[in-house]
């Protein structure tokens, strides 16, 4: 079982930064890749980034190539997602998500919900025109 907490979340004028981190329980973290997904208001729950066990490899979406980052801390059971240059298009509430590695190993990156097994409980990103 895992546990996962969202944090740093808030608001921010347009062409601002935020960094999200994601703080995990248990001492299998590293056997997890992990994702970062958005749900804006009125709209489906949609995939943003994850990373791999080792953080050595990352898949993004290309709405937001060149402007968020995705990292992991293994030692401190955390993953961050520094957000740069935010758009109003960006405001969502965002969840980290984690899989075992091995379960989606060669099947490409995980980018739907169903495909991640344990969830945080999300931290609204309100960004301002």
């Known amino acids: 079982q895992v546990q996962l907490v969202e944090s740093g979340g808030g608001l921010v004028q347009a062409g601002g930064s935020l960094r999200l981190s994601c703080a995990a329980s248990?001492?299998?973290?590293?056997?997890?890749?992990m994702g970062w997904f958005r749900q804006a208001p009125g709209k489906e729950r949609e995939f943003v980034v994850a990373?791999?066990?080792?953080?050595?490899?990352?898949y993004y979406v290309d709405s937001v190539k060149g402007r968020f980052t995705i990292s992991r801390d293994n030692a401190k059971n955390t993953v961050y997602l520094q957000m740069n240059s935010l758009k109003p298009e960006d405001t969502a509430v965002y969840y980290c998500?984690?899989?075992?590695?091995?379960?989606?190993?060669?099947?490409?990156?995980?980018?739907?919900?169903?495909?991640?097994?344990?969830w945080g409980q999300g931290t609204q990103v309100t960004v301002s025109s």
């Open positions: 990373i791999g066990r080792s953080g050595s490899t990352t």
């Open positions: 248990g001492r299998t973290f590293s056997s997890y890749l």
């Open positions: 998500a984690a899989v075992l590695a091995l379960r989606v190993y060669g099947n490409g990156w995980p980018q739907k919900s169903d495909e991640y097994d344990y």
